[in-house]
């Protein structure tokens, strides 16, 4: 059973240019989440989505940044016009789908993706 | 929003002593509480949770103490040993309107060091 995958692994990027960073949850998991970790530090929420809807996005930048989980394939984080100040690891975790009113709780993460701006 | 605090940042202990770490949160509707272990360069890895309904829950050698009055959880590790070293986190989160499980909301992480 494969665990959450996110990719790419690496990624640097010049200012200005766009970053785009993908997650596929673990099977039969249907919510996603994103988090960046700046170095030393620890986890910031970003936004939480399920497929086509984004939930809550309260943690995400007004500005340069977008998610999308399509109703196929992986959910997408979007950095449009990076700065220095993007440089971090991105991680997304998934979870179940709530089952007969049973909220499933637990959150897997992925490997994260660790961005670069140079 | 939600804040949790976790103290100490550094834990240093001896090979087979016990390590507690703590942390305290501010908004009294969450109702979910895990624990992550992330080594470097690696990613989270949920070790242990706990839910509202429950004061303590244990597995082999950790355990995590909830106390909703105070609003602070604990993690202790007993017999500690050389991979237990890595960053620990604690975090916390309460049920969105859409259903599923919210955005968690983690404390700034403890460096705990097993001293051989």
């Known amino acids: 059973n494969a665990g959450v995958m996110q990719n790419p692994r690496h990624l640097v990027r010049r200012r200005g240019q766009e970053a785009r960073l993908r997650c596929s949850p673990m099977?039969?998991?249907?919510?996603v989440y994103w988090y960046r970790q700046l170095p030393e530090e620890g986890l910031k929420f970003m936004v939480y989505?399920?497929?086509?809807?984004?939930?809550?996005e309260s943690g995400m930048p007004k500005e340069r940044f977008s998610a999308e989980f399509p109703k196929e394939g992986p959910s997408i984080l979007r950095i449009q016009q990076v700065v220095r100040g993007d440089s971090a690891a991105y991680f997304c975790?998934?979870?179940?789908?709530?089952?007969?009113?049973?909220?499933?709780?637990?959150?897997?993460f992925g490997p994260g993706t660790r961005l670069t701006v140079t | 929003g939600e804040n949790v605090e976790q103290h100490p940042s550094t834990l240093s202990v001896q090979e087979g002593d016990s390590a507690v770490i703590k942390c305290t949160y501010s908004?009294?509707?969450?109702?979910?509480f895990p624990w992550y272990k992330q080594e470097l360069g690696k990613r989270p890895q949920l070790i242990i949770d706990?839910?509202?309904?429950?004061g303590e829950k244990k597995d082999q050698r950790i355990a995590v103490t909830l106390n909703k009055t105070a609003k602070h959880f604990s993690l202790h590790i007993t017999e500690t040993q050389p991979e237990d070293s890595a960053v620990y986190f604690c975090?916390?989160?309460?049920?969105?309107?859409?259903?599923?499980?919210?955005?968690?909301?983690f404390g700034k992480g403890t460096h705990l060091i097993i001293q051989p």
């Open positions: 989505l399920q497929k086509e809807n984004i939930i809550d």
């Open positions: 099977k039969g998991h249907s919510h």
């Open positions: 975790a998934s979870s179940p789908p709530s089952l007969s009113g049973i909220i499933s709780y637990e959150q897997y």
């Open positions: 908004d009294s509707a969450s109702n979910y």
């Open positions: 706990i839910r509202s309904n429950v």
């Open positions: 975090a916390a989160s309460k049920p969105p309107p859409g259903g599923g499980a919210d955005g968690l909301t």
